[in-house]
């Protein structure tokens, strides 16, 4: 049972490993904080990998925000290096299976080719540049701001 679960797991943690990196930046990563929690299911070390890109984007983040993760941690938990306590007696190996399945689904792109979106959602009469906009926004990851002047442009004309 325990070995069919840690391969459940270490097939999810391989699989998480070739998510690409969160474009916009939060305080928590999908990738790391699922990797971290099948890996502990599993009972499973994190892969080196991992942590070495775990630790680039808390340094870039440490850049943007005046916050010390880890020193927040210790704030909030009583030992320094608490890791979460995920239920291992909730997984098995049907569940894991199901979760690998969501998973690849999102790592295909699956439901963006059955769930095409039409171009009128896309480029609304009202305001046909807001969505090519918002993601040229989130492919800058969030770091480029308008300008003073461009803001107020926005603001008063109301055009993108």
Not at 35 to 50: A, D, H, Q, W, Y
Not at 103 to 125: F, G, H, R, T
Request: charged fraction near 30%; hydrophobic fraction near 35%; glycine fraction near 4%.
């Amino acid at each position: 049972m325990t070995s069919s679960l840690s391969s459940s797991a270490k097939k999810i943690v391989s699989l998480l490993e070739k998510y690409p990196a969160d474009k916009v930046k939060h305080y928590a990563s999908f990738k790391f904080s699922q990797i971290e929690r099948f890996c502990n299911i599993g009972s499973l070390p994190i892969p080196k990998k991992v942590l070495e890109e775990q630790a680039i984007e808390q340094k870039k983040q440490q850049k943007m925000v005046k916050i010390d993760v880890k020193k927040l941690k210790r704030m909030i938990f009583a030992q320094e290096d608490a890791t979460p306590d995920f239920k291992k007696e909730l997984f098995d190996t049907d569940i894991l299976t199901q979760q690998f399945k969501s998973l690849k689904s999102i790592a295909d792109n699956k439901w963006a080719d059955v769930y095409k979106v039409d171009k009128k959602l896309l480029e609304p009469k009202g305001n046909p540049n807001y969505y090519s906009r918002l993601m040229k926004d989130i492919n800058n990851g969030g770091q480029k701001r308008e300008s003073i002047f461009e803001a107020f442009r926005t603001v008063i004309t109301g055009k993108y």
